[in-house]
């Protein structure tokens, strides 16, 4: 692996706390880190080096997936880190950063290959890529990439428009957006099961499956977001990005050994060949809901317009379900139900590809009926892949009985999404990044039903909290002869 020098925005901020810096750590014990790595953190406050190291172990011991019980590996790890004050606006900053790193790219003899990742608000992207440009920062002999957090863009033109400033900095090859979905262990494997199981490669179209759902249920509320929440919603927060990335992950077929670039292009067509919504047909196709009071696991939780700072009048939409279309000849007449929600019953998040059921129609009315199959991938609270298969028990006269054909991972040895994600992204490895033409075509797909949601088109159904979001959510899916799976 190269040595690059990695710039951190956001340094002291909660995300780098409890995500980045663990999976630095993690990446560090398993020697996936570059010879000589070295981060220089970047934040608003005065910090000394060593107070900045000592937040850093800090929250490696707290956060991090592997025990810290080695000291001497600790100290070694943090002794890479180094901090600078840095006021975003202002330009000298820029020129004070590039001194310092062009320093220690002397002291450790390193090629000047620089990643510069932007754990900080939206509202700082397009000024920080300026100044790296304008500073020099972004114009050494070695390769610069650009990683950066969601959201991007608050809906088409403001995404499009951050497009146009960050591309006037830093070319597509050079932008890592990270949706910490495509992170996920299990969504990386998705394209892999298909691929090298013929198997499930030969199931893998309309002629076999009836439906595919896909679920990401949160027991959390707003917690302290709510400026950014109430104004975002689940359709912005969940939906246009981690819900539309994880129905490109399932839908794409893909060849055999196929080339990042193959991947981007794959998972563009669905994006093109998902069915538009016209905004008057949003409410027959789209549920949208806002939880009420309620009790979760026990405990009772306020309703949404109770919690701090979210006006009694708010018509945030916390919870979204959906049904889509791919007007595509694998996919043709399979519904695709998305949901994602916060306050409801569970954490869970899974996909659930339900089977036709020919045997069920070749049964006569008096008979008894098998199950569909079910292929379930796992990725929350634990990761797993369930195949559901009937069989009959002769114990009870021969009934039907489903089985499960389960596969669970040591959830210890997963690595967490940002462990994957910053591996890729020091190799350079862009498959599991959000490419621009797949933010575009999201958030192209998905403005209907925000101007349909604005314009109070579409009724908000209030659920309480601990439930599995409104009854219009199951009625979507009954409509078609479905009901979601493992509501229980
Ligand atoms: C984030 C959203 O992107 O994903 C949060 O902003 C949400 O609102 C989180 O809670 C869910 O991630 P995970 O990995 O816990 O399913």
Redesign the pocket.
């Known amino acids: 692996m190269e040595t690059v020098t990695f710039v951190l925005f956001g340094a002291t901020g909660d995300l780098a706390k409890r995500k980045i810096y663990p999976a630095l750590y993690n990446l560090f014990l398993e020697q996936k880190l570059p010879k000589c790595f070295h981060v220089i953190g970047l934040g608003r406050r005065e910090l000394s080096d060593e107070v900045f190291q000592a937040g850093v172990e800090q929250s490696v011991t707290q956060f991090s997936r592997r025990k810290a019980n080695d000291p001497v590996s600790l100290k070694s790890f943090v002794h890479a880190f180094r901090y600078q004050a840095l006021d975003i606006g202002r330009k000298e900053d820029y020129t004070k950063l590039l001194q310092r790193i062009e320093q220690r790219e002397r002291e450790l003899n390193l090629t000047p290959n620089r990643m510069f990742y932007l754990s900080v608000g939206p509202e700082f992207f397009a000024a920080i890529a300026t100044n790296i440009k304008e500073s020099g920062l972004g114009s050494a002999a070695g390769w610069k990439r650009l990683l950066i957090e969601?959201p991007f863009g608050h809906d088409l033109q403001s995404a499009r428009e951050l497009n146009r400033q960050l591309s006037e900095a830093f070319s597509e090859q050079e932008i890592f957006r990270i949706d910490?979905?495509l992170g996920?262990p299990m969504v990386q494997k998705l394209g892999a099961l298909q691929q090298n199981n013929p198997v499930l490669d030969a199931l893998w179209t309309n002629r076999y499956i009836a439906n595919v759902q896909i679920t990401?249920n949160?027991t959390?509320g707003v917690e302290e977001?709510a400026g950014y929440?109430d104004r975002a919603g689940a359709v912005r927060?969940?939906f246009q990005?981690?819900m539309l990335q994880l129905l490109m992950m399932v839908a794409i077929h893909l060849p055999k050994n196929s080339t990042p670039e193959e991947v981007r292009l794959k998972k563009k067509k669905v994006m093109e060949d998902l069915v538009p919504l016209h905004k008057q047909d949003i409410a027959s196709h789209v549920i949208r809901g806002q939880y009420a009071a309620g009790t979760i696991q026990g405990k009772s939780v306020p309703g949404y317009t109770s919690e701090p700072n979210i006006s009694e009048a708010s018509l945030n939409d916390t919870f979204i379900a959906a049904k889509l279309q791919i007007d595509a000849p694998f996919w043709r007449g399979v519904p695709f139900y998305i949901r994602t929600g916060?306050r409801l019953k569970e954490?869970s998040?899974r996909i659930v590809v339900e089977f036709k059921e020919p045997l069920k129609q070749q049964a006569s009315a008096q008979e008894e009926k098998p199950m569909p199959n079910l292929l379930v991938f796992e990725?929350?609270p634990h990761e797993g892949i369930t195949l559901q298969l009937n069989t009959r028990d002769p114990q009870h006269q021969g009934a039907f009985k489903p089985i499960h054909i389960d596969f669970h991972s040591n959830h210890q040895d997963l690595p967490e999404?940002y462990e994957n994600l910053l591996y890729d992204a020091l190799l350079g490895k862009p498959t599991f990044f959000a490419h621009w033409d797949e933010v575009e075509l999201s958030w192209q797909w998905v403005e209907p039903i925000l101007q349909a949601f604005g314009d109070q088109l579409v009724p908000l159904h209030p659920y309480p909290a601990g439930t599995y979001g409104p009854a219009e959510s199951d009625a979507l899916l009954a409509k078609d002869g479905y009901h979601w799976w493992f509501d229980s």
């Open positions: 969601k910490h979905y996920k990401a949160e959390v977001r929440y927060d969940m990005n981690h916060k954490k998040t990725m929350s999404a």
